[in-house]
């Protein structure tokens, strides 16, 4: 990506409420399969603008979220939401270099960037006794998508079916222990205002911008148009 696509993109993707599908559902349905006592530690990775630290809370009261995202802006978003809660750290970080241990990992729709073994087995070390790492990835959930379908995920040829990515966790020595499909309002929740975002830059957008705003709504366009094809599974997985 050229710096002026690079500039284009955190121009769309600023002030967004979130930087992928999820819902608050999600977290909990986790936070219940890994077992989260009231006082867990948690780690949000790739956390973006803080979307599912108030749901990690939720499921953990009495815990504590350490979160952290390598862009800046992101984390001056979240750190404005957080900033007066004591539950909640937030760091500039990169995503292979976590530190302290943690009950649960939680990583929305970020894993693609390491890949999901190398993610895991770099995570491995800050899981505690019985952790477990969740985390939401891109997967096909039929054996002959469409054409479209297949342009849209073109730039990620990792891309797999379910069994698929449980045999990179099994790779990593992990295995899957719980999966969800992410809902369609999980990704209207993404789609929804980024939408909005897209409407409000095109007028006056130079061909950069506007390069990418046209890419952007095309990938809402074609998730909305197969949806039945292709989504987000969000999996529990535990080290052997």
Not at 225 to 231: K, Y
Request: with cysteine.
């Amino acid at each position: 990506m050229t710096s002026d696509a690079m500039a284009a993109f955190f121009t769309l993707h600023r002030d967004l409420p979130r930087e992928g599908p999820g819902e608050a559902a999600d977290v909990a349905w986790a936070a219940a399969r890994v077992g989260l006592a009231p006082n867990a530690e948690m780690a949000d990775i790739a956390c973006g603008p803080g979307a599912d630290i108030g749901a990690l809370l939720h499921a953990a009261p009495n815990g504590h979220v350490t979160a952290l995202d390598k862009t800046a802006h992101f984390v001056d978003a979240a750190r404005t939401i957080w900033a007066d809660d004591p539950r909640v750290t937030i760091l500039r970080a990169d995503m292979a270099r976590v530190m302290n241990t943690y009950d649960m990992i939680w990583c929305a729709g970020a894993v693609y960037f390491l890949g999901v073994t190398s993610a895991l087995t770099h995570w491995r070390k800050s899981l505690k006794s019985g952790g477990a790492v969740a985390f939401s990835e891109p997967c096909w959930f039929t054996n002959a998508p469409s054409p479209r379908s297949v342009t849209n995920w073109a730039e990620y040829p990792a891309m797999s079916d379910a069994a698929g990515i449980a045999a990179r966790v099994e790779a990593a020595g992990y295995e899957v222990v719980a999966t969800r499909r992410l809902s369609d309002q999980a990704w209207e929740n993404y789609y929804a205002p980024l939408d909005a975002r897209i409407a409000a830059l095109r007028p006056g957008a130079d061909a950069a911008l506007t390069q990418v705003l046209e890419d952007a709504a095309a990938e809402a366009a074609a998730w909305r148009a197969h949806r039945d094809e292709f989504g987000y599974l969000l999996n529990i997985a535990r080290p052997k």
